[in-house]
């Protein structure tokens, strides 16, 4: 079955410290991957894309996302955090070529804490 | 910033009542999508169009949810007769085209009291 997991419910990081979020899919191919972001009471804010190409991809924000096509993860980092930074994060994934219907991992909370 | 407008923001109903939700996706979007989110984070996929057709849906089998996305007007979703576990953030999203980047509005969190 294609799954999504996020192995870190919760997670908390001083601020300044760096962070990784982990992600691991199950896909019979590779997929399109995505981070987003949920402030509270908001909806999903997009911070990052893998469609192909250089593993590393960039995002807003200083994030930053490396694909691993052998172990199947998609894990996101940020060098130093913000307080600002505290959110739920959430990998998800589509496969290629069946139109665009997400899969979310359930999601890791970051506490930023001063 | 996502140009997805969600109305209401909050919707509060009876058991057994209707709800309504409406959604305006980003202008130029021809691909909208309803997921509903639970209060443990998981998130369902309802159902997608493209313009006014339906690409996917799951299978709605207690029939209580419909939604339509007529031209020239906003799409909407409805869930005929709200049960409490129907409690959740309805995020509607849009994107230019199959297998592109999606964009989702703020949510509308339905309670069912």
């Known amino acids: 079955a294609q799954s999504v997991t996020q192995p870190d419910a919760r997670v908390t990081v001083s601020e300044g410290a760096s962070l990784q979020l982990r992600c691991k899919y199950s896909y019979s191919a590779t997929p399109y991957l995505f981070w987003y972001v949920q402030y509270p009471r908001q909806g999903l804010q997009l911070l990052l894309k893998y469609y192909s190409g250089d593993p590393v991809v960039q995002g807003v924000n200083g994030f930053e996302a490396e694909f691993s096509k052998s172990n199947s993860s998609f894990h996101l980092r940020k060098a130093s955090v913000h307080w600002s930074d505290s959110a739920v994060y959430f990998c998800?994934?589509?496969?290629?070529?069946?139109?665009?219907?997400?899969?979310f991992g359930k999601g890791a909370k970051l506490t930023v804490s001063p | 910033n996502s140009k997805v407008i969600q109305t209401p923001r909050y919707l509060v109903k009876g058991q057994g009542q209707k709800a309504k939700m409406r959604c305006i996706p980003e202008k130029g979007h021809p691909v909208v999508f309803w997921y509903q989110q639970n209060k443990n984070n998981e998130f369902k996929f309802l159902i997608n169009?493209?313009?006014?057709?339906?690409?996917?849906q799951i299978d709605m089998t207690e029939k209580r949810f419909s939604a339509e996305c007529p031209s020239n007007s906003p799409c909407s979703l409805e869930i005929q007769s709200s049960e409490a576990g129907d409690s959740a953030l309805y995020l509607c999203?849009?994107?230019?085209?199959?297998?592109?980047?999606?964009?989702f509005g703020k949510g509308t969190r339905l309670t069912v009291v």
């Open positions: 999203a849009s994107s230019p085209g199959q297998n592109t980047e999606v964009f």
């Open positions: 998800a994934v589509t496969p290629q070529g069946t139109g665009s219907k997400l899969s």
């Open positions: 169009f493209q313009n006014q057709e339906v690409l996917q």
